[in-house]
């Protein structure tokens, strides 16, 4: 395929938007989409009522620190205080024993909408619930990708490179409480050069491609690339994602080249800025992530073999890295699971050797971590599988929590979540026993997920 991550960088459609939200909105849809399997709950709003609930559990991660116990006073879709005291004789208790509570957890990196393409027959690396060949199918299939995900405790998720403007209808439709979801950041179509990462290098020139759904949002130049942000602003996307240097996966490219120029990458962050946008970008190769560092961008997302000269402007300019450990790994599994052509497999050996080495510099420096997985490269249920790989690579637990929670945050921009304090969102998850003592508990389902105040009911949820 013509891209790292397979996963929709198709340009936003207005006429996909509105046939994705019409379908989201609808209730036959959402009654039909149950009939069918998929797990949707009618539609509901998610704004709590004013109930006062205490959770109670023997340990509790704020969001920097441990605490024990744990103990949580919840009013409504927020929190109140960490005091029993606080609650009054009429609140409902909830004791989920040996557990760890801990905000609700965010994922910097996913892929939520599936891909639409001309013929599924064509793309025969995809899982059968990856792609569709129509919008209905597509929005079906992504209300599971988000669902899988919140399952597993992420309570938010940032999408970087969505499909064709279903990634915005989900958003909506998940914020105006008719489906139950993480709440969504959603970037639209990534940003890439001609012929760059996001571009259909291998399609055929006798497949005829809807324009509306086809690869790509494609620009030459700043000016050019400064018009792409502009539309994005107009169709209402949360952050820009850009497509800086080639991918492992990626058809004709060299993964670890830079393919915008530092006057492009400039450009959009200036633009970006401009009307209140933070940038990520997808980079592999220690001088395109200089490139994209000294651009201005504000995460670096891959960051494979980034050096210690890198590392220390990333210090200086307060980038995040985010590494998508387990994006890699699952194209190495034995066996070859998910169908990887051999130059691409080649390409993804060498690559993994130059990210430990990358991922061990980053650890001893004092680059700040953000938790993202590139779901959607793989199946969105391990979107979980990151924890115990970045502690491999010598990061402490706490510091691999906190990059899941308030780091990640900090850098989508947001005040309200990632951390239990007072005035915060009642976005809640509790894992069983001390992932700080083993950080592989994260990998299992959490007994509790709480969405601004309500207890999710996890067995209605898609596995």
């Known amino acids: 395929m013509s891209f790292d991550c397979r996963c929709p960088h198709v340009p936003y459609s207005a006429r996909v938007f509105d046939e994705a939200e019409r379908y989201f909105n609808r209730r036959a849809f959402l009654a039909g989409a149950a009939a069918a399997g998929v797990a949707l709950l009618l539609p509901i709003r998610l704004r709590a009522q004013e109930v006062v609930t205490v959770l109670r559990a023997a340990r509790l991660f704020d969001g920097h620190d441990l605490h024990t116990p744990g103990m949580l006073v919840l009013r409504g879709d927020r929190i109140v205080s960490m005091f029993a005291g606080d609650a009054g004789s009429e609140a409902q208790v909830v004791d989920v024993g040996d557990a760890t509570l801990m905000p609700g957890l965010i994922d910097c990196h996913t892929h939520i909408a599936s891909w639409v393409v001309p013929s599924i027959y064509m793309v025969g690396m995809f899982g059968q619930e990856r792609v569709a060949d129509n919008v209905p199918e597509a929005a079906l299939y992504s209300i599971r990708n988000a669902q899988v995900m919140l399952r597993n405790g992420f309570t938010t998720i940032r ?49 005829e491609e809807d324009p509306n759904v086809r690869m790509g949002a494609i620009s030459y130049g ?60 997808h980079v592999h190769g220690d001088k395109g992530i200089a490139m994209a560092v000294e651009g201005g961008v504000n995460s670096v997302e891959h960051g494979t073999g980034v050096e210690t000269a890198t590392l220390a402007h990333m210090e200086d300019r307060g980038t995040y890295l985010t590494p998508t450990l387990w994006a890699l790994d699952s194209i190495l599994q034995p066996g070859n699971p998910n169908h990887i052509n051999a130059q691409s497999v080649q390409k993804a050996e060498y690559a993994r050797e130059v990210r430990d080495e990358g991922m061990r510099r980053a650890v ?29 690579f ?36 509790a894992f069983t026993g001390n992932p700080l003592e083993d950080i592989s508990l994260m990998e299992q389902h959490p007994p509790l997920v709480m969405l601004g105040g309500k207890r999710v009911d996890v067995t209605k949820l898609s596995t």
């Not at 999408?159 to 969504?184: H, Y």
């Open 159 to 207: 999408d970087v490179g969505g499909g064709a403007g279903i990634d915005l209808a989900l958003r909506n439709a998940i914020a105006n409480g008719f489906i139950l979801g993480p709440r969504v950041f959603a970037a639209g179509q990534a940003l890439s050069i001609t012929g760059g990462h996001g571009d259909s290098n291998d399609t055929p020139d006798w497949v």
């Open 222 to 281: 700043p000016y050019g690339f400064r018009e792409l942000v502009r539309e994005h602003v107009k169709n209402h996307v949360d952050h820009i994602k850009i497509l800086a240097t080639g991918g492992v996966l990626s058809y004709g490219d060299v993964w670890d080249i830079p393919q915008m120029n530092l006057d492009e990458i400039q450009a959009v962050v200036d633009e970006s800025t401009k009307f209140g946008l933070r940038v990520a970008a």
């Open 364 to 392: 001893a420096s004092r680059v700040k971590f953000s938790y993202g997985t590139d779901a959607g490269v793989f199946p969105h249920a391990q979107n979980n599988k990151d924890f115990a790989m970045m502690a491999r």
């Open 394 to 429: 010598g990061m402490r637990p706490i510091d691999v929590l906190r990059s899941a929670t308030f780091g990640a945050a900090d850098l989508i921009g947001v005040t309200d979540r990632g951390e239990l304090a007072p005035g915060k969102l009642a976005d809640v998850v």
